[in-house]
Every structure is written in structure tokens, then in C-alpha cells.
């Protein structure tokens, strides 16, 4: 990419541009505005090696840059004007910070004489996201002195950095410029610095940087940062080698490379022979073969009280994020277990703030450590444990009772019942697809519901803040250049983020979006408050009553009822390769809570399971 030498600002936002491209930028979003102009044009004029897409909404496009760097795992940079357009990117940031995915936001802003005095299209951007970014810091106005170029370029290498390490997280730059803001002569000599700037020289030492690094892989044992106590492996698997129970809970997780992920949780598993209760929203479900003994059904055993009681563990291994089911929190409270939580953020990872011990670390490096630990400290430093066999079994009995139970069950439901539908996609989406799991009901029914297999499915979803908006626009960042992909959500979520359909020009790839309408939010549903007319309907569930077939055509997005679970399996085996789709299947919001309320407890009610 060529520096641009027309004036002091085209100059200034070449070497930032060029700059985020040698440390490994492979996509840019602009948004569209007048004071953005010299970013726009240099990033712009960084393409084809540089993907640069223009969005019209800055919501729309702060997700859809949120769900490009999901896929990725290396920072996406969004781009936008002054004034309220950087407000809008907040909701992604947020979810960025929570969820820990690297976003580069990229705000322009009026100098600082333009401020505060009515000037147009002019708010206080400093700090904008408030303590969401890992990092944040106001340019320079930009000049045109080698000093402060060679600021600009450190300035931006740090971001980029700070996005990544030591926690992956949004960064924000707020980019003041002059006038004039087109590639239009400003009257300063440029020709002095061109010799400079064409060298190899100035940008010696940038280099792309390893997003695997990113997740918390490169530190070893015995872990050493600043606050954080030390833990040497072999002590660790001695004690939890004590316990004759002990579970292993599989949380929320969104790893760059599942299946590593996936062997070494296996792989504790078997060492430890502790069951592996695994979240929906993990791709341990995916990977079942890997692991004999994966509790898909851990929420429905534990609504029976008795067996609850008996499966009271003694030791649990946390991964990840906790996952969603309250029945799972509440249990674990009641416990005295000794909790310990292995993952690789600086985050407090434990809602229910029990005797918790954080482990700063990857399972994978965890795992890479004991193995390469065992020839030091010779073969008895880990042995077969003593560990009861019945409390393995006992949850086993009960994982293979009850998931019989569910799938014998939701097989033999002949009309279209919400909560079939992730059962039915866990078993039918193509290997390796994809899956961008909105928000609210969609959640808990993968979580109750999605079977076991051998598919190796990417989940995705919004766990960091918990949020609908930008559901389909981050499901589009997701499937952009990816393979085929499916996005499973409900009729709010998706009417939250419409806006998001006006990316299709620019989106490359496919998207089936898999709709359940309902007509309202089925999630207050399940809530006390849904006994309570009014004000539940209008002010909690708030039906919209849109016809999502008008809609699609407004938007030219293909579209199809499905009426029947056959007509949902053929539209699922093979999916297209390019556009997006939508297939809407409309259900009974009050008849699919009211058959979850009478269901979910009767699963493991019934059952012997001595």
C-alpha cells in the first residue's frame, strides 16, 4: 500500500493503516461520514490485500466486526465519524470487554478548538466507552514531523497489542483531524519525509503477532503474574486424584481450535475419571467420541432432588465460563465442594462466590504441562486414582436414562414444539457448520436439548453481556468468508437488528437463519411475571405481529415457512453456499412454556437410577 504525500492528514492516516496491516489487519469496517474522510480513503485505497467494507449503521457494523474477530480470533478495526455514530458502536464493546474478543474502534473527532463550542456534529468522545476498552488514548492532531510519525506508529502498535494481551478486549483510538479532510494540498512540504517514510527502515520491528497467544497459551506453570498465586501442576492432580467425587463442568467457551480444546478436557476427564457436565454452548457436545463420559442432561438430572443429593460432588473443575442453567448454579451452591476455575483471563469467573480458586490458565497448557511433567518427577507422581467408581456411574446411568428419555420424547413430537428445534440441529447440521446462537429461549434449549455427537459444530453466540441486539449483524461477521453457517434465533432478537440485512451486498458466504416466531419473547414465559395480565403481554412479551415474508423481500433475503420437521431436515443436510435465508417456523409461545413447564422436571423424576 502506498503512503499517501497529497497533505498532512492523508499522510498521517497512511502510516496508521499501514501500519495495523504489517502487525496483521485482514479487515476494516467504515462506517460512512465526513470527518472519517482521511481514514476512509487510506484504508480504502489498502484493498484487495486489505478487506475493507462499507456499513451504514454503526450498530450493525460494530457487531459485525464483533463476529468477524470471533471467527478469526485477531482484531477487526471499525471505523467511524464524530459525534454520536462512536456512541453506537457501545453495546459490541461491551460485549467485546465481556466476552473477550479484540476490536480496534477507530473514532474521528473535531480538534480540540472545535470543541465546546457548538461546532457541528461534536460530542465529548474521550472516554467515550467509559472502562469497557483494555486501553483508550486520544491522538496527536496529525503532523507531518518524523518524530511524531514514529509516535503514531508505536501508538498503534500498542493498541493493536492491548487488544490482544494479556486478555483479548476492544481498544479505542479517538482520531482528531484538521481541515482539509480530502486528499486535497494543505501547504506543507511533504517531499523531505517521502525518502524517510519509503524505507524499510521505519518499519522495522512490526511484524504480525499470533492470535493463539491470545488465549492465555503462552505463559507456563508455575504461573507468575502479579497477584496470582502459584499452582505447579503435579500438586494440583494429586489433591483433585484424592477426591472420590469429583465433576468436571465444561462452561461457556468460544476456543480458536475446538478439538485441542475439546482432547484436553478429554483428557482430564479420563485422567481424573471425573463425568464432564458440558454446556450447549461448549463444542464439547460436538466432540463426543473424544470423551466417554459427557453429561449432556445435567440440568434435567438435577431437577430430581434425590438423585441431586447423591451427586454431590466434592471437587469441581470449572472450564471456561459458568453455564447458563440456574438449576446447575443453585446446586452447586448447596454443595461444599472446593471449586477451582481454569481459564486463561484476568476475569472473576464465579457468580456464586464460593470457595473458588482461579487458575490463570488454558486446560490445553494445563494438560501440556502435566504430560511434559511426568518424566521429571518419574511415573509415580501420577497414578490411577482410588476414586469410587459408583459416583462415575451414577451420573453415566443417569446421563444415558434421561438423554433416552428427551430424545425418545422430542422423536415422537409430531407438531412443531420450540424446543425440538435445537435437538433437531444438533443432529443434522452439516460437520464443522458454523451456529450463531441468539439469545433468551434459543440458549436454554440448546442447553436442555442439543444431543451429543460427533459433528464438530462451532457454536457462537453473545454470552459476554447477555444482549439481543446485534444478533444478526455479529451472526453475519461470523459466516462472512466462512463456511456455510446458520444462525438459531427468535422473532425479537432478530427484529432487534434488521438493520443487519443491509449488509448483504457486502457479505460473502451464507447464512440460514433459522427463525422461530413466536410472536413475543418467549423467555418471560418462564418467568413469574407471566401469571401477571395485565401488564405481561403488552410491556414483557411484546408481540410485534410483522410478516417476516414482506420483510425479507424488503430486504431481498430469501425466505420459507417450514411447516413440517421433514421439510426443516431437507433444508438443513446441504446447505447453500451463498446469500442468506430465512426459514421461519412459526410456534405456540404459551404451549411451548407451558409443555416446558410440565417436561423439564419429569425427565429424571421417574427413573431408577441405582
Same mark, same amino acid.
Given at each position: ?10 499522510l498521517w492516516a497512511s502510516i496508521l493503516t499501514q501500519t ?221 486424584l484424592k477426591s472420590d467425587q469429583g465433576i468436571i463442568i ?96 484476568? =476475569?472473576?469467573?464465579?457468580? *456464586?462466590? @464460593?470457595?473458588?480458586?482461579? %487458575? ?5 497448557? $494445563? /494438560? #501440556? ?113 466462512? =463456511?456455510?453457517?446458520?444462525? *438459531?434465533? @427468535?422473532?425479537?432478537?432478530? %427484529? ?5 440485512? $443491509? /449488509? #448483504? ?106
Amino acid at each position: 500500500m502506498p503512503i499517501g504525500f497529497r497533505n498532512t492528514n492523508e499522510l498521517w492516516a497512511s502510516i496508521l493503516t499501514q501500519t495495523l496491516k504489517r502487525l496483521g489487519l485482514t479487515c476494516a469496517v467504515i462506517c460512512p461520514g465526513s470527518r472519517s474522510t482521511p481514514l476512509a480513503i487510506t484504508f480504502a485505497q489498502a484493498s484487495p490485500t486489505l478487506e475493507v467494507i462499507s456499513i451504514l449503521d454503526e450498530r450493525c457494523a460494530a457487531f459485525f466486526a464483533l463476529g468477524r474477530a470471533k471467527a478469526t480470533g485477531t482484531p477487526t478495526a471499525i471505523i467511524c465519524t464524530s459525534g454520536t455514530a462512536g456512541a453506537n458502536f457501545y453495546p459490541a464493546v461491551i460485549e467485546a470487554k465481556e466476552s473477550r474478543v479484540p476490536l480496534l474502534l477507530l473514532t474521528a473527532d473535531r480538534p480540540s478548538e472545535l470543541r465546546n463550542c457548538h461546532s457541528g456534529q461534536t460530542i465529548d468522545q474521550l472516554k467515550l466507552y467509559g472502562n469497557y476498552p483494555n486501553w483508550q488514548a486520544e491522538l496527536a492532531v496529525p503532523s507531518a514531523d518524523m518524530g511524531m510519525l514514529a509516535y503514531l506508529r508505536q501508538t498503534v502498535m500498542y493498541a493493536w497489542e492491548r487488544s490482544l494481551y494479556p486478555v483479548p478486549g476492544p481498544v479505542h483510538l479517538n482520531i482528531p483531524f484538521r481541515d482539509p479532510l480530502a486528499p486535497i494540498p494543505d501547504g506543507t512540504d511533504l517531499n523531505s519525509l517521502q525518502l524517510h517514510l519509503q524505507s524499510e527502515d521505519f518499519w522495522t520491528g512490526i511484524f504480525p503477532l499470533s492470535p493463539g497467544q491470545a488465549q492465555g497459551t503462552a505463559p507456563a506453570l508455575p504461573l507468575s503474574r502479579a497477584g496470582t498465586r502459584h499452582y505447579p501442576c503435579s500438586p494440583l492432580l494429586r489433591e483433585w486424584l484424592k477426591s472420590d467425587q469429583g465433576i468436571i463442568i465444561a462452561g461457556v467457551a468460544q476456543p480458536q481450535q475446538p478439538q485441542e480444546y475439546c482432547q484436553a478436557i478429554a483428557q482430564l476427564s479420563k485422567t481424573l475419571k471425573f463425568p464432564v457436565l458440558a454446556e450447549g454452548l461448549s463444542p464439547v457436545r460436538n466432540y463426543a467420541e473424544l470423551n466417554p463420559h459427557i453429561i449432556s442432561t445435567y440440568d434435567l438430572i438435577l431437577r430430581n432432588q434425590q438423585l441431586a443429593k447423591q451427586l454431590a460432588p466434592e471437587i469441581v473443575i470449572q472450564i471456561g465460563e459458568m453455564p447458563t442453567s440456574p438449576v446447575l448454579r443453585n446446586w452447586l451452591k448447596t454443595t461444599a465442594a472446593k471449586r477451582w476455575i481454569i481459564d486463561p483471563s484476568d =476475569q472473576n469467573l464465579d457468580p *456464586l462466590h @464460593g470457595r473458588t480458586v482461579h %487458575l490463570r490458565v488454558s486446560v490445553e497448557l $494445563l /494438560i #501440556r504441562e502435566w504430560e511434559s511433567g511426568r518424566g521429571g518427577e518419574g511415573e509415580n507422581a501420577i497414578q490411577s486414582p482410588s476414586l469410587s467408581e459408583f459416583y462415575l456411574q451414577l451420573w453415566c446411568t443417569a446421563e444415558a436414562k434421561v438423554r433416552l428419555n428427551v430424545d425418545q420424547t422430542l422423536a415422537s413430537k409430531s407438531d412443531l414444539l420450540e424446543s425440538k428445534i435445537a435437538w433437531l440441529l444438533s443432529q443434522f447440521l452439516p460437520k464443522e457448520t458454523p451456529i450463531f446462537i441468539a439469545n433468551s429461549m434459543p440458549v436454554r434449549d440448546v442447553e436442555f436439548f442439543w444431543k451429543p455427537n460427533q459433528s464438530g459444530v462451532k457454536p457462537f453466540f453473545n454470552r459476554g453481556a447477555n444482549g439481543i441486539d446485534g444478533t444478526l449483524s455479529t451472526a453475519l461477521g461470523i459466516a462472512h468468508r466462512n =463456511q456455510s453457517s446458520v444462525m *438459531l434465533t @427468535g422473532d425479537l432478537a432478530l %427484529l432487534h437488528d434488521t438493520n443487519g440485512f $443491509l /449488509i #448483504r451486498n457486502k457479505f460473502v458466504g451464507h447464512l440460514t437463519i433459522v427463525l422461530i416466531n413466536n410472536n413475543g419473547g418467549g423467555i418471560f414465559e418462564m418467568l413469574p411475571i407471566a401469571k401477571f395480565e395485565p401488564p405481561f403481554e403488552e410491556f414483557f412479551a411484546t408481540p410485534q405481529d410483522i410478516d417476516f415474508a414482506q420483510l425479507c423481500a424488503t430486504y431481498g433475503v430469501e425466505h420459507e415457512l417450514i411447516t413440517t420437521w421433514e421439510q426443516l431436515q431437507n433444508r438443513l443436510n446441504t446447505l447453500p453456499t451463498t446469500g442468506i435465508r430465512v426459514l421461519e417456523l412459526r410456534t405456540n409461545r404459551k404451549v411451548d412454556a407451558k409443555w416446558r413447564q410440565e417436561n423439564l422436571g419429569q425427565f429424571s423424576a421417574l427413573h431408577n437410577f441405582e
